[in-house]
């Protein structure tokens, strides 16, 4: 079995209160995450990226379809033996210290005792918290607290890691630091499911991606071919004095100027797909 | 911790200023005054602790979105439930171990100097006090309030804010106190229709009067066991049967 998440036909209706009418946050989607790849999930805020992650953590039911984890149902805890997971913006036990709060999650991961130590202390050290591991967490900054989150996450040594918005709020070398953990953990054969705004980085990082929008799935596939040559095709040069402009532009009627598509960035589709769909 | 502390304190105020009042007894016995004003601390002060801290631990954790990263691991929600009401029971148990200690202390003293000034009015080796009744009633009371903990947490498995919780374990510790009247008036109504309502609320609703059997702990009155025993059996009933159903509301909650 290669797939690690398939969403086959999931909606997801939610009850507006005082009134008999429904939101459908997720629309009948269908997805399939295969094993050691690094899925980026993409879409314009509502657009269903944060239900869907907790349908498949089983933190909240879907209305239509099935969400499988490993093989198993979402709603099976057995499931999330192999998760790990990164909340959007965090927020755990303000009075544990970094190392302690480690031990909790690990010892709630099913960690064993022996291992567990050496694993916290590993863990604080590859995310940069080495010095800051016996720091209480309510003192921690934001881009530290995403990092002791990304730690936890990764505690259980889990198959799977779902990681919500893992660089909000946390600088430019930071983000880089995390986004070159998630590529050695591909790397040491996990799957990564990453939800992130920072769309230069997730066209960087991951192996496929599926853009969310309004609920619905509007595409889906290898960042390759997403970001594959576009039909439209533009090209500008900066700093030309007025002689090189007239020389370039003999050099072109003589049809001697050869022309390709430019490729579009993933930042390009995603607001094509936005806009079209708010349009 | 902060307010495990200060309702510590309080009722150890309260518990010595029974102190103060001895000579305002109401024509009591000055040690049965002390033991009302300690056994009332331990069980208001703890009640409303039970209270707070439930709703708080329990809603705390949803509305700060912790629940959610401990869900998120190989967690049952039955556990979480679980675990919550073992966390805030264990803290009721340890402030009314403690204010037990300083109850008994208390009487301890009380009685021993009024043996010194009356030592005539006592037998050899004669204690007034029954102080290992005392501490059966003490543990009576911590099933009482786990009873007053599982039905906040089961409020709180489907309230949106810790303060509805709250409101309705007040109620509730309001109505359990008061539910004796219903079995008694169900006895005296005709009514099938109230005679059902009565029934049904004296079965839905524990009993808390039936924990206030301290009253002569402090006058050599015996506490019998088999009373005691009845007493944790129905206080573990009740608690494990509204924690039961309190994982089944759990269980169908979004976070």
Not at chain 1, 23 to 37: F, G, H, M, P, S
Not at chain 1, 119 to 128: E, K, P
Not at chain 1, 248 to 257: H, S, T, V
Request: proline share 3%; glycine share 10%; with cysteine.
């Amino acid at each position: 079995m290669s797939v690690a998440i398939s969403i086959s036909g999931v909606s997801k209706d939610f009850r507006i209160p005082g009134s008999k009418r429904r939101l459908r946050a997720v629309d009948n989607l269908c997805l399939e995450i295969e094993k050691q790849t690094v899925f980026g999930l993409l879409g314009p805020n509502g657009s269903g990226k944060s239900t869907t992650i907790k349908m498949a953590l089983g933190l909240i039911r879907p209305s239509q379809g099935n969400c499988q984890i490993l093989g198993k149902s979402s709603l099976d805890p057995a499931a999330r033996m192999g998760i790990g997971y990164l909340p959007e913006a965090p927020y755990f036990q303000r009075f544990l210290t970094g190392r302690e709060l480690l031990t909790y999650f690990g010892k709630l991961s099913g960690v064993p005792k022996s291992e567990l130590g050496g694993r916290v202390v590993r863990l604080l050290s590859r995310v940069g918290l080495e010095d800051a591991g016996d720091r209480r967490v309510g003192g921690y900054s934001k881009g530290m607290l995403q990092r002791i989150g990304l730690a936890q996450a990764m505690v259980g040594n889990p198959e799977l890691l779902i990681l919500d918005e893992p660089t909000a709020g946390v600088d430019p070398i930071g983000a880089a630091d995390i986004a070159s953990i998630i590529r050695e953990l591909r790397d040491e054969g996990k799957t990564v499911l990453l939800c992130s705004h920072l769309l230069s980085q997730v066209e960087t990082i991951c192996d496929r991606a599926a853009i969310m929008v309004k609920g619905k799935l509007a595409i889906e596939g290898a960042v390759e071919s997403l970001t594959a040559a576009s039909e439209s095709s533009s090209a500008r040069i900066d700093g030309l004095t007025t002689d090189a402009r007239k020389r370039l532009e003999a050099f072109a009627k003589e049809g001697q100027l050869k022309m390709s598509t430019h490729r579009r960035s993933l930042e390009e589709l995603f607001l094509e797909l936005s806009k079209g769909a708010s349009d | 911790m902060r307010l495990f502390l200060a309702m510590t304190g309080l009722a150890i105020c309260a518990l010595a200023s029974s102190f103060l009042f001895r000579e305002f007894n109401f024509g009591s016995s000055e040690l049965k005054f002390i033991a009302d004003f300690g056994f009332g601390g331990m069980t208001l002060f703890g009640s409303a602790l039970a209270i707070i801290v439930t709703a708080q631990l329990f809603l705390g954790e949803i509305e700060h979105r912790t629940a959610m990263t401990l869900l998120a691991k190989p967690v049952f929600r039955s556990e979480f439930v679980l675990g919550k009401f073992l966390g805030v029971w264990v803290t009721v148990a340890c402030f009314i171990g403690m204010l037990t200690l300083c109850l008994v202390l208390a009487l301890w003293m009380r009685e021993s100097s009024i043996r010194l000034e009356y030592p005539e009015g006592f037998e050899q080796g004669q204690r007034l006090v029954q102080y290992g009744g005392i501490i059966w009633f003490s543990l009576a009371q911590v099933f009482r309030i786990g009873i007053l903990c599982a039905l906040v947490i089961l409020f709180s498995t489907y309230a949106t804010s810790s303060l509805f919780a709250m409101v309705m374990g007040v109620l509730v510790w309001i109505v359990g106190q008061l539910q004796h009247i219903a079995i008694e008036a169900r006895g005296v109504v005709d009514s099938l229709v109230l005679k059902g309502i009565y029934s049904a609320v004296g079965f839905a609703l524990p009993n808390f009067h039936l924990y206030d059997v301290g009253e002569g702990l402090a006058m050599g009155e015996v506490l019998p066991i088999s009373l005691v025993g009845k007493l944790l059996l129905y206080g573990a009933l009740y608690s494990a049967f509204y924690l039961a159903v309190a994982t089944a509301s759990f269980n169908r909650r979004e976070l």
